[in-house]
C-alpha cells in the first residue's frame, strides 16, 4: 500500500476538497480473463480511499485515547465472584493474618518488654506487604478500563500510596530522618531494582526490547531537574562553610521554593502526558522500537555446543568427516517473510491479539471499595510500624538509615513491582517504564516536594537537603539509567547491571551512619 497525495492544479484549475486529502491506493484482483493466444490473465484495479492516518488528534480524540482500553473489556462479574477473586489474588493473602496479629500486639505488649518494638515492626512490615499486592490487584483492574497512559499513572500514582502514608505518618511524629531516607530510597528502589527486575524478566524472553526512546529522555530530564533540586541546598551548605549565620533559616525557605516550583514542572509533565503528547507513551508509537525474539530455542543452542565440540575432536583426529561437521553447523539465517496478500490487506499478524477480550475480575465498585480498605488498614499499620522504628534501631542490631533506605521502600514497591515485572514479560515494556520510571518522576517531583509543602505548613523544619551520602547515590542512580535507557531498547544484562547497583547500594547504607548537615532535623516539635 503506497500513500498517495491526489491530482495537482494545472493552469489555474481548481482542484476538489476531497481530491486535497491525502489518500491510499488499494489493490484488488478482478476475476481471471481467459486470453485465447495466452495464460491466464488476472486484471488489477486500483482504487483510491482517503487515508485514516491524515487525521490529526483533537482533543475529544485524546480523551478517547486515554479512555478507551487497549483491548475488548469482558462483562465485569458479581459482587460474590469479585469478593472471590479477591481472596484468591494471591498466595501473598496468606499474610493478611498479619494485620490482626500487629494490631494485637501493639495494644497488649508492655512498653518495657525487651524487643517489643522489633516484634511490632516484624509483624507490621509482613502485614503491609499483602496489603500493597491488594492495592495493585484493584488497581489493575480499574486501570484494566482506561487506556495504557492513562493505567500506567494510575498505577504509579497508586503504586506510591504506601510511601505517601508512610511519609506523612512520619512527618507528624517528626520522624525527619525517616522520611527523607524513605523518600530517597524509593525512587532508587523504582529506578534500579524494579526498571532492573522488569529487564531481566523481559530479556529472558526476548533477545532485546525497545520503547518509546523520546519519552524516556524525557523522563531522565525531569529525574535531573529533581536531582539538581537535591543537590543545590548541599552546594549551598558546603560553599557557606559555616560564614553564613542564618544557614538553616536560608536553607529551609530555598527549600520550600524550590519545592513549589517541582510542583509546577510536575503539574506541566501530567499536562504533556495525558493531552499534549499522549502518542508518546503509547505502545502504538512510531518511536517504539520492535522487541526481538530469540533466534534459537534452547534446543537449537544446545545442538550448536554438541555440533562444536563434534567439530574440535574431528579436527583433532584429522579425520574428514570434519567437513561435514561444519556444514551442519553453519548458521542459518532467520528472516522474517510478509506475503504479499498480507500486504494488500494490512494484515501483519496481530489482529487476533487485539480481537482478544479481557475478562475482569472485580466490577468497578468492589474495586473501589477494596482501594479504600486498603488505604485505612494501610495507615493504621504503618502508624504502628513507624511508631516501632526508634525502639528497635536503638538496639543497635540495625540503622534507621537502612530501615528507611532499604526496608520502607521494599513494602512500599510491592505493588508497582509486581505489575511492572508482569506487563514486562508480555512485551509491554512502556507500560513498565511509565510504572518503574514514572513512579520515580512521581515521587521525585510530588510527593518531596508535596511533603516538604506540608511539613511548612504543619511547621516541621523539613528541607531538601539530604544527607550528602544519599544526595550522591541518587544522582549515580539517575546518571546510570539515563545511559541504560538512551539507545531506547533493552536486554536482560542491562536489567542485571540495575539489580547489581541497588545491592551494592543496599550493602553500602547497612554500614553507613546517617547524619544531619543542616542540623533542623532534631528540632523538630
Known sequence: MTSYEGPKPDNGDVVPQEAQKPMQVESSTTPSILNKDGPTIRKRTTILVP?????????????????????????????????????LASWLNVLLVFIPVSWALHFALQENMKNRDTIIFVTSFLAIIPLAKLLAFATEELSMRVGQTLAGLMNATLGNAVELIVAIIALTKCELRIVQASLVGSILSNLLLVLGMCFFAGGLKYSQQGFGASATQLNSSLLTISVIAVLLPAAYHFSANGSDVNEGAHILALSRGAAIILLFIYGGYLFFQLYSHTELYDDASLDISKSTAYARSPNETLQKFKSHF??????????GNATDVVRTTSPTPVTTRTSENDIESGNHGTEEEEEEEESPQMNIWTSLGLLAIVTVFVAVTAEWLVDSIDGMTNTGGISKEFVGIILLPIVGNAAEHVTAVTVSVKDKLTLSLGVAVGSSIQIALFVVPFIVTLAWILEKPLTLLFDPYESVTLFLAVLTVNYVVQDGKSNWLEGFILMCLYVILGVTFWFYPASDPSGLLNKCQ
Not at 310 to 319: M, P, T, Y
Open 310 to 319: 563434534q567439530l574440535k575432536r574431528e579436527l583433532q583426529k584429522g579425520d
Open 51 to 87: 487515508s485514516a492516518s491524515s487525521k490529526r488528534p483533537t482533543s475529544n480524540s485524546r480523551g478517547t485515547i486515554l479512555m478507551t482500553p487497549e483491548r475488548k473489556v469482558g462483562k465485569a462479574p458479581g459482587f460474590f465472584s469479585s469478593i472471590r477473586s479477591i481472596v
